[in-house]
């Protein structure tokens, strides 16, 4: 049985599935997660300023995996920028694209900041 954790903010599914009810395992996942991730969104911020059409590329696809994992909804802006990036057009798009994924990253990031603290509580 899967942990029980009811949230409209990230979908817990491809989670439960892959970790099911291992308490540390899923503790060290949120905890990865949330480490490595605001360093990937604050550098994706950066290079889409700095209009760095590789190290973007990188970066949304380093983003797209892990966000997909722990049950992000923003893989479609996620591709939409990785492909701007192929085509090395339209900075300002990939701006607006950014700014939404780092918007739902901030509303994911504190629901993981919750569903660890309850993680570690219950210990």
Request: with cysteine.
């Amino acid at each position: 049985m899967a942990y029980k954790h009811k949230s409209i903010i990230v979908d817990l599914t491809f989670l439960n599935k892959t970790i099911g009810n291992n308490r540390e395992g899923r503790i060290m996942l949120i905890k990865a997660f949330l480490e490595q991730s605001n360093i990937k969104i604050k550098m994706l911020n950066e290079k889409i300023h700095e209009a760095d059409f590789d190290e973007i590329k990188k970066i949304t696809h380093f983003l797209k995996s892990s966000f997909s994992f722990m049950g992000l909804k923003c893989a479609a802006s996620l591709s939409e920028i990785e492909n701007l990036c192929e085509q090395k057009i339209d900075i300002k798009k990939m701006k607006h694209l950014g700014h939404n994924v780092t918007k739902n990253y901030e509303k994911s990031r504190l629901e993981y900041i919750k569903i660890l603290s309850k993680l570690l509580n219950h210990s």
